[in-house]
């Protein structure tokens, strides 16, 4: 069983930072994804051992995902946040490759609890 803890989330204005944390008892390849009240989830970011990355069009040049890999951690760092940025922010993680679908929730076994980020005004 994979465990993940996530933490970093917060309350920020707009134009603010955060960078959110995700420790992984093991992966190959780890998720963010975020939630909005009444929206489906949807992939952020994801990066795998290789340091193969992706980014959601809507956070490109916004947002970056690294890795510590001596630590089993993957960070998500968030800059020029947005209101629209506003979500339960999770953590997933697979031991298997995408597939081409690192966006779906579906193609991650593993998941955390959750760490919700707001983007005022």
């Known amino acids: 069983q994979v465990q993940l803890v996530e933490s970093g989330g917060g309350s920020v204005q707009a134009g603010g930072s955060l960078r959110l944390s995700c420790v992984a008892s093991r992966y190959f390849s780890v998720g963010w994804f975020r939630q909005a009240p009444g929206k489906e989830r949807e992939g952020v970011a994801t990066i795998n051992r290789s340091d193969i990355i992706y980014y959601a069009d809507s956070v490109k040049g916004r947002f970056t995902i690294s890795q510590d890999n001596a630590k089993n951690t993957v960070y998500l760092q968030m800059n020029s946040l947005k209101p629209t940025d506003t979500a339960m922010y999770y953590c997933?993680?697979?031991?298997?490759?995408?597939?081409?679908?690192?966006?779906?929730?579906?193609?991650?076994?593993?998941w955390g609890q959750g760490t919700q980020v707001t983007v005022s005004s």
């Open positions: 997933a993680a697979s031991q298997y490759g995408w597939g081409g679908r690192w966006s779906e929730p579906s193609t991650f076994e593993y």
